[in-house]
T-cell receptor, first 112, second 112 residues
Framework: GEDVEQSLFLSVREGDSSVINCTYT??????LYWYKQEPGAGLQLLTY?????DMKQDQRLTVLLNKKDKHLSLRIADTQTGDSAIYFC????????????FGAGTRLAVHP | GAGVSQSPSNKVTEKGKDVELRCDPI?????LYWYRQRLGQGLEFLIY????????KSGLPSDRFSAERTGESVSTLTIQRTQQEDSAVYLC??????????FGSGTRLTVV
């Protein structure tokens, strides 16, 4: 089955770029997602990437996928204090409605 | 409705009592998922339903946990004889296509 791993904590200065990394084990993972969770709130889908893509950009967010190394990253440009949250990487395999497998989450702290 | 609705938002129960958590998915979403998130941890898959197919119960931690869903409508997650270790946020998500999981805000369960 799928296993997803993330580093647990990242601290960046406001205005710098943040890079959150994720590795996964299931090479058949078809869709890979990034979710954001703010304190006391639910999960917000930030972006996703299909496995036949290497990169996806959406405003300040850039997702890079290295299928060979099974490595996914999320880059947040010009990080703001409002970006402070927990970021979850998740993957699912092809086959209709397979379940999402989540990493443990990376806590991003943005300081002045 | 516009989003996934979960109720109650908070539940405090005494150890040994049964609890029932409810999830109203987005209309037309055929797949429905339950996850558990313990304090400071990632999301743990519990169960998912897809249409009228047999549910995937592989994530249920014990036989005290059960869930039902009729067709593509409401789902209930029941925890019998609750234990303190069951304290967590229980999140529900629904999905229509191969991407676009939408999560509810969760039910925070506290067993005292």
């Amino acid at each position: 089955g799928e296993d997803v791993e993330q580093s647990l904590f990242l601290s960046v200065r406001e205005g710098d770029s943040s890079v959150i990394n994720c590795t996964y084990t299931d090479s058949s993972s078809t869709y890979l997602y990034w979710y954001k969770q703010e304190p006391g709130a639910g999960l917000q889908l930030l972006t996703y990437i299909f496995s036949n893509m290497d990169m996806k950009q959406d405003q300040r967010l850039t997702v890079l996928l290295n299928k060979k190394d099974k490595h996914l990253s999320l880059r947040i440009a010009d990080t703001q204090t409002g970006d402070s949250a927990i970021y979850f990487c998740a993957g699912t395999a092809l086959g209709g409605y397979n379940k999402l497998i989540f990493g443990a989450g990376t806590r991003l702290a943005v300081h002045p | 409705g516009a989003g996934v609705s979960q109720s109650p938002s908070n539940k405090v129960t005494e150890k040994g009592k049964d609890v029932e958590l409810r999830c109203d998915p987005i209309s037309g979403h055929t797949a429905l998922y339950w996850y558990r998130q313990r304090l400071g941890q990632g999301l743990e898959f519990l169960i998912y339903f897809q249409g009228n197919s047999a549910p995937d119960k592989s994530g249920l931690p014990s036989d005290r946990f059960s869930a039902e869903r009729t067709g593509e409508s409401v789902s209930t997650l029941t925890i019998q004889r609750t234990q303190q270790e069951d304290s967590a946020v229980y999140l529900c998500a629904s999905r229509k296509t191969n991407y676009g999981y939408t999560f509810g805000s969760g039910t925070r369960l506290t067993v005292v």
